[in-house]
């Protein structure tokens, strides 16, 4: 029931999040389908479905209701789902007639769905303040170092001036994004699943649809046109939305441990003794951002099982189904604790400002190549000046001459050569981009 995720491992919270795997723990599961139960049996009671007093009788029995894991753990196994065992209990709690009246209607998978989307809710709920918590960070970030030139890599090689503001600006744009895909598709995936035995609401006749309406309305979600126990792209739109997340978590991390590489030094990361060495004192290893490239890998393989159950064949398919308990869960947690992780990369940043711009010296100039060959296209033709600036290139790899030297003396063009190689030339549309970005809610 509790899903696939390790607990109480030696590796502690470094890969897992207690909050939101607590959220998925066999009680946790337990209490939500009781509260399902209490609810359908209430809202029977109130539309004269069940006798009013066994209504009563099941709701004061499930408030006091302590139930036999180990007994349910069986049941699960002999029957592949908790609830057979699970209402068996209610009943022998609440006795006598009454008894006979809880899960009037339901089945199985609607208890268990249910209590799920009650679950994946306040795992949302969660999810979602952590990551404002962090947009908020990397806007402050950002604002913090919008003017800080540093190298522009592309392929792991240097390529052009920008900004670190600015490329903080594009982490905190993926997941600004995020947090508005988030209100858009909890919408879909909040709704309340009935349809009893095969999606027809067959043993409660003309009055199914009022009960579903009716339920949906007690446990404060929405009322889906027709039950979707077959139909699973909503969760499944879910589980992207947690391998989004993640995934550009990972590249948050992925980004970072780069720069703090010992030639590259331009961030530094973790607090004081955190990424320490059992051998190398001198080390400080990036153990956060480490573990954000992980989960975010962890959940991009695991959401295409979640794809997978997708594959519900025909009214109920326990295969497909069971395969959400092992992926959705996981994916949760993971992206709880790729969040928290990135709350703490975050705090515990420091930038090396003089890293960043001997990095940027480093090429000899060559990083403002295409700025010379623009430059140039003012007065020659651009092929030519292209073959001029990737010659003068090669001299400049050759002998070490710094590139504005060698195209000084190559070239007689009119050429303010200072603005050329002037680093805040190269990024003066980064200030208004993140602007843009930083004021951007999608």
């Known amino acids: 029931m509790s899903g696939g995720y390790a607990q109480g491992s030696v590796t502690g919270d470094l890969l897992s999040d207690r909050e939101i795997a607590a959220l998925f723990s066999d009680d946790a599961a337990v209490r939500e389908m009781v509260a399902v139960e209490t609810a359908l049996a209430r809202i029977e009671g109130r539309l004269g479905i069940i006798p009013a007093a066994a209504a009563a009788a099941i709701e004061r029995a499930a408030a006091a209701f302590v139930p036999d894991m180990a007994a349910l753990r069986g049941g699960a196994e002999a029957s592949g789902v908790p609830v057979i065992a699970l209402v068996d209990q209610l009943r022998a709690a609440v006795g006598g007639e009454a008894a006979s009246y809880i899960h009037w209607g339901a089945t199985s998978q609607d208890i268990i769905d249910t209590a799920l989307v009650l679950r994946l809710r306040?795992?949302?709920?969660?999810?979602?303040?952590?990551?404002?918590?962090?947009?908020?960070?990397?806007?402050?970030?950002?604002?913090?170092?919008?003017?800080?030139?540093?190298?522009?890599?592309?392929?792991?090689?240097?390529?052009?001036?920008?900004?670190?503001?600015?490329?903080?600006?594009?982490?905190?744009?993926?997941?600004?994004?995020?947090?508005?895909?988030?209100?858009?598709?909890?919408?879909?995936?909040?709704?309340?699943?009935?349809?009893?035995?095969?999606?027809?609401?067959?043993?409660?006749?003309?009055?199914?649809?009022?009960?579903?309406?009716?339920?949906?309305?007690?446990?404060?979600?929405?009322?889906?046109?027709?039950?979707?126990?077959?139909?699973?792209?909503?969760?499944?739109?879910?589980?992207?939305?947690?391998?989004?997340?993640?995934?550009?978590?990972?590249?948050?991390?992925?980004?970072?441990?780069?720069?703090?590489?010992?030639?590259?030094?331009?961030?530094?990361?973790?607090?004081?003794?955190?990424?320490?060495?059992?051998?190398?004192?001198?080390?400080?290893?990036?153990?956060?951002?480490?573990?954000?490239?992980?989960?975010?890998?962890?959940?991009?393989?695991?959401?295409?099982?979640?794809?997978?159950?997708?594959?519900?064949?025909?009214?109920?398919?326990?295969?497909?189904?069971?395969?959400?308990?092992?992926?959705?869960?996981?994916?949760?947690?993971?992206?709880?604790?790729a969040l928290r992780q990135a709350q703490d990369l975050v705090a515990f940043l420091t930038v090396d400002a003089g890293r960043m711009a001997a990095n940027l010296a480093a090429s000899n100039g060559m990083i403002f190549a295409e700025a010379a060959t623009f430059a140039l296209a003012r007065h020659m033709a651009r092929s030519d000046a292209q073959a001029l600036v990737k010659d003068a290139c090669a001299e400049t790899r050759r002998d070490g001459t710094p590139l504005d030297q060698v195209l000084k003396a190559r070239t007689t063009a009119p050429v303010d050569w200072a603005e050329v190689f002037d680093p805040r030339s190269s990024v003066a549309s980064a200030d208004a981009l993140i602007t843009r970005a930083l004021a951007r809610k999608d």
């Open 122 to 337: 306040r795992t949302a709920e969660i999810l979602s303040g952590r990551l404002d918590g962090l947009i908020e960070s990397l806007a402050d970030l950002a604002t913090r170092h919008r003017g800080r030139a540093m190298v522009a890599r592309t392929r792991f090689q240097h390529a052009l001036p920008t900004t670190f503001g600015l490329e903080v600006a594009g982490w905190r744009a993926a997941l600004q994004r995020n947090a508005t895909r988030l209100a858009e598709l909890r919408p879909r995936f909040e709704v309340v699943q009935f349809g009893g035995a095969a999606g027809t609401l067959a043993s409660l006749g003309k009055d199914g649809v009022a009960v579903m309406e009716a339920l949906a309305a007690e446990l404060d979600l929405g009322a889906p046109a027709l039950p979707w126990h077959a139909h699973r792209d909503a969760l499944t739109e879910f589980a992207g939305w947690l391998a989004l997340v993640t995934g550009a978590l990972g590249k948050i991390g992925l980004d970072v441990a780069l720069h703090a590489q010992s030639e590259v030094g331009e961030l530094r990361v973790g607090a004081d003794g955190a990424g320490g060495s059992s051998t190398l004192a001198h080390k400080v290893n990036p153990v956060g951002a480490e573990v954000l490239v992980t989960l975010g890998r962890m959940n991009a393989a695991l959401v295409s099982s979640a794809h997978q159950a997708l594959l519900h064949a025909q009214q109920r398919d326990g295969s497909a189904w069971q395969l959400e308990w092992l992926t959705l869960p996981q994916m949760a947690v993971s992206c709880g604790a």
